[in-house]
């Protein structure tokens, strides 16, 4: 069965950082594209990044190109989500997904967590 997990939100001021991580299991991790959406109250899912498998490939929404970094560590079967810079905006919930359709199509992918919270104060 797969699982997948995420950490890392919290409350922080504008302007500061985070790092959130997501864990999975039950599946090949290298073989696997991730990806992050976030969901506002009130608003639609956004596709925030995707990375491909190998990690040569990486998409950003333009609302958080040069703020957020993804990153992967497939020995730890761990994908990050370094966010600088953070702003009100930010808020969300934040999930993780996972699958094998190709790494653009974050929307298909059929893996996803339960999300972290992460609250961004002005």
């Known amino acids: 069965q797969v699982q997948v997990v995420e950490s890392g939100g919290g409350l922080v001021q504008a302007g500061g950082s985070l790092r959130l991580s997501c864990t999975a299991s039950?599946?090949?991790?290298?073989?696997?594209?991730v990806g992050w959406f976030r969901q506002a109250p009130g608003k639609e899912r956004e596709g925030v990044s995707c990375?491909?498998?190998?990690?040569?490939?990486?998409y950003y929404a333009d609302s958080v190109k040069g703020r957020f970094t993804i990153s992967r560590d497939n020995v730890k079967n761990t994908v990050y989500l370094q966010m600088n810079s953070l702003k009100p905006g930010d808020t969300a919930m934040y999930c993780c997904?996972?699958?094998?359709?190709?790494?653009?199509?974050?929307?298909?992918?059929?893996?996803w967590g339960q999300g972290t919270q992460v609250t961004v104060s002005s």
């Open positions: 997904a996972a699958d094998r359709v190709d790494w653009w199509l974050l929307p298909r992918y059929a893996y």
């Open positions: 990375m491909s498998w190998s990690g040569d490939s990486t």
């Open positions: 039950g599946l090949t991790f290298a073989d696997v594209n």
